[in-house]
């Protein structure tokens, strides 16, 4: 009795790694799983962001849209990358244009506070540079 438990527990054991070091939960965890997790971090923020505006800055922010969005694609603002003939989306004009028409799009917010904690932890002394 007790060597065919024994048989039958080495045999799942065996099938249960092989399983493992087949599919490589490393692998996984870290690239689809943090992946979908930030994306959906990312998206609940920004929403929470969008949706925390007044109607009227909503209201701007679909002119400054539209305005911005036309402007960063028209070709002679268009940005040379290899491997496209026709250029690309200037997001970095779209952004400036956002912000100086007053609705920051939610990665020039982000990278605001990000900039506004690493000025107060070098007032604190935490960071030297």
Not at 10 to 31: A, K, P, V
Not at 81 to 105: L, Q
Request: proline share 3%; aromatic share 10%.
């Amino acid at each position: 009795m007790q060597i065919h438990r024994a048989k039958t527990r080495l045999l799942l054991l065996t099938g249960f790694i092989l399983l493992l070091t087949g599919c490589s939960i490393s692998d996984w965890y870290n690239g689809y799983y943090v992946d979908r997790s930030s994306m959906k971090r990312y998206t609940k923020r920004s929403d929470a962001y969008y949706n925390a505006e007044s109607p009227e800055m909503k209201a701007l922010r679909k002119k400054n849209q539209a305005y911005c969005s036309d402007l960063a694609s028209r070709p002679e603002n268009r940005i040379v990358e290899i491997g496209y003939e026709n250029r690309v989306f200037n997001e970095p004009m779209y952004s400036v244009c956002m912000e100086k028409g007053g609705t920051p799009t939610f990665g020039t917010y982000e990278s605001r506070q990000a900039e506004k904690r690493r000025e107060e932890r070098r007032a604190r002394g935490e960071i030297v540079l």
